[in-house]
């Protein structure tokens, strides 16, 4: 990642950064609702309030991410362009973020990766690069593009600006919310989880990573007190695979009070429940936070709780629960 | 619909009606998200603004009418209770206006009623009294209630608090963006289009109702100049089979500058690609709208356009595409 070195910025992530993030974006972001349910609340015996970050532009927080680096880089680098290598969120949001800022973006996509994730990602105007999938395609091709091309890489998670930016929907949460217990989010590669913990931490409100119980990293990786590997990761939530970052882990190790798992049945059954009730698409990752708070009660029950909805990108025509079809008048 | 007498308030909807209602019910609503896509904003060729009463309290703007209505009664009638006859959307929304007034409520619910519809109104605190499908039950059961009970009979939208109340949604999205130049709703018994039309109206911009083919009750209306009924109304927009009013006609026909129709494949096209762009949970009754844009480009090509999203009250496992399993891991 020797492009990183070219964008200022500090070693780690600090409160500061996070609430100077929040003012550079503002003007590119949705201010995403808040929404509350009688209904769920009564299912959890808590009160809820989710942070629907599926209604961010490109349908999840990633944007917030991507927006405060591009916004950190000088008038020379964005004049080069970025890439980055993703087959989701990241990718789209990356695209978008440059379209706006008018910097031009390479996405190299494994070409494995579902046709709705591409066309998000080409719909939003960035260049797609086909590469083999898997870890090893991955990094020869950040390795090459290193060595020639002046672009910028930016990665999808492991960087104090990054991680800066996906702290500013807690920050967002938690100034229209007074009085949370607790702040719960989806735990990937910790990127949205560590910036979601620097803001909680420093309000005293507890902060709770969700993890798959079959992409369980993060938790092995705190019992360890090093950076574990799933082996192999697999989940419904297909945005919760990732490993933890040098840059996200101690955050996290610090920062979080508790990484919870759930099944992947309890992230189908609670997805379902948000849909109905919340009437928002949300996608498996985000299902796991209100999962969790179902599933732990002596954690959560009684208490006002912020729920990160970290995106909403699902193909309406594959869900994980029987549907039948509902006919047309003739 | 002798109950009504009893409410004070004006013989027809006028703009002050709508400016007092926003500011009566404000404390119990849900300010709704007004949310963008370029994805649809391409596919439209137009700037789209979806105002998302999907979102509102119970799923639909009907909690607005409902509420605004209730905070009209006398003491002495809030303490008698109220009722209605609901199968869908208003019965949820007065059963959730009642609970927070602490006003008695009761719902007449045809039997036939999906349960998911019922689940609804009954989780919101209402009273539930299953009568026989079709309108003679119905007549007859508001008839014995008026000449046995003191309650007040609350209707779904042929009165002007009721209409007024819906109103709000579209001041509300005129004062959030600015140089619309057309509002757009879907068009049933005439509330949320009347309320629309008199907002639009008073600012000079442009009021479209839109109706399913299979139920161009309003749209023959308006060329007959007189109420007239689609027989047998059907469609796939189960908010949308209703009548117009004697209170509602006469605003739509003189506020409303078309009546446009589209059909059952049109809509469910249309609501595919506002779950899918929009990350929000539609009903067909509400993705008529779109589909309209989409339709109609001599009307809207290359315009501002703020399209109301009536509800979200859907049976997320009965949808009107086609659904493969998306499987869990193991």
């Known amino acids: 990642m020797t492009g990183w070195q070219h964008i200022a910025g500090p070693d780690a992530l600090n409160l500061d950064l996070i609430n100077r993030a929040e003012k550079l974006i503002a003007p590119y972001i949705v201010q ?19 942070k629907c970050e599926n209604l961010q532009r490109t349908g999840a927080f990633k944007f917030r991410g991507a927006m405060h680096a591009l916004l950190n880089l000088t008038a020379e680098q964005r004049k080069q362009g970025v890439y980055t290598v993703s087959s989701g969120n990241h990718g789209a949001a990356l695209a978008a973020a440059g379209s706006i800022l008018d910097i031009p973006v390479q996405v190299a996509v494994p070409s494995n990766a579902p046709l709705v994730k591409k066309d998000n990602i080409a719909n939003n105007g960035a260049e797609i690069i086909e590469i083999e999938p898997g870890m090893a395609a991955r990094e020869a091709f950040i390795e090459e593009k290193q060595n020639q091309s002046q672009r910028i890489f930016i990665p999808p998670y492991n960087h104090p600006l990054i991680m800066a930016g996906q702290g500013t929907a807690a920050l967002e949460l938690v100034k229209a919310v007074p009085d949370l217990d607790a702040l719960i989010s989806p735990l990937g590669g910790g990127g949205l989880l560590s910036g979601t913990a620097m803001v909680g931490h420093s309000q005293n409100i507890s902060v709770f990573g969700i993890e ?28 919760l695979l990732t490993n933890l970052g040098e840059h996200t882990f101690p955050v996290i190790q610090d920062y979080v009070n508790a990484i919870l798992l759930v099944t992947e049945d309890e992230v189908i059954s609670a997805m379902q429940q948000l849909w109905q009730a919340l009437k928002i698409i949300v996608e498996p990752s985000s299902a796991t936070v ?24 699902v193909d309406v025509r594959r869900l994980p629960w029987p549907v039948t079809l509902l006919e047309k008048a003739e």
Do not use: H
């Open 32 to 50: 995403t609702p808040v929404l509350e349910s009688t209904v769920l609340n009564a299912i959890a015996d808590a009160q809820l309030f989710f």
């Open 212 to 239: 798959p119980e079959l992409a369980n990293d993060a938790y092995l990786s705190l019992q360890a007190g090093s950076i574990q590997s799933a082996l192999p990761p697999k989940s419904i939530c297909d945005g």
């Open 290 to 313: 209100f999962a969790a708070v179902c599933k732990y009660p002596e954690y959560f029950q009684g208490k006002r709780l912020g729920l990160i909805i970290s995106g909403g990108n």
